[in-house]
């Protein structure tokens, strides 16, 4: 079973937490890390992929997900012996590589926190120790208000292992979303293989991808059905 960094890296908690580096990657955890950022105040450390300079500088490193950016930031905080706190950790993306890159940050953390139990009890069942439950940061945010159903916001996230057909995969979406009869938003995809198909899928029956702020995406899911 695989070990927790502790045992292999030395990446042990000892000492204050003068200052705890968070790596961002995306709009994706830049929102969710958001209560997090709040609540530590001036003991945050915020690091934009990939500018990690003041990884050297932090007592503790905090990476979120299963990016593989992510993945290369905690390699990095593991040749620096810095202990690696591990968020949404235990779960399962099928069919991406995301999933894989999950599984080598779970390798290299000191304490692994879960959104939910049969995560933590994953985690677990692997050997890990320090495994947390304590929920989805920035969850709650999107659950203050009620939802009313004026668009589709569309977020494509194809299969990236082994060799799928994404261009398939984009016109089977785009005429399943076409016949709903509502207004569409296409939010960009990420810089994973497949993304010109995806962006010639969907702009070849007139629609363009957007990128949005955090709040500009929250607002969005509040009126999306």
């Not at 390699?75 to 202990?83: D, N």
């Not at 940050?105 to 985690?123: D, F, N, Q, W």
């Not at 995969?169 to 709903?180: C, I, K, R, W």
Request: proline share 7%; charged share 15%; aromatic share 8%.
């Amino acid at each position: 079973m695989p070990p927790s960094a502790p045992q292999c890296y030395g990446g042990v908690l000892s000492g204050p937490l003068r200052r705890i580096g968070i790596v961002s990657v995306a709009r994706s955890d830049w929102g969710p890390l958001q209560p997090l950022i709040t609540a530590l105040g001036e003991q945050a450390w915020v690091m934009p992929w990939p500018d990690l300079k003041g990884i050297s500088t932090c007592d503790l490193i905090v990476i979120f997900g299963d990016r593989w950016e992510m993945a290369a930031a905690a390699s990095h905080a593991i040749g620096r012996c810095l202990p690696i706190v591990h968020l949404h950790a235990g779960e399962t993306t099928e069919a991406v590589i995301d999933d894989q890159c999950r599984a080598a940050i779970s390798a290299m953390a000191t304490i692994h926190v879960a959104a939910a139990e049969p995560y933590a009890a994953k985690l677990r069942a692997q050997g890990y120790a320090r495994v947390y439950c304590l929920g989805a940061p920035g969850l709650a945010r999107l659950l203050e208000d009620p939802i009313p159903q004026d668009l589709i916001l569309v977020a494509f996230h194809p299969e990236t292992r082994g060799n799928p057909d994404i261009a398939g995969q984009t016109e089977a979406l785009m005429l399943a979303t076409l016949g709903m009869g509502q207004r569409l938003v296409f939010t960009a995809p990420g810089m994973d293989c497949g993304r010109d198909a995806i962006v010639l899928g969907v702009e070849r029956y007139g629609y363009k991808f957007l990128n949005f702020s955090d709040e500009e995406w929250v607002g969005l899911l509040a009126q999306a059905a």
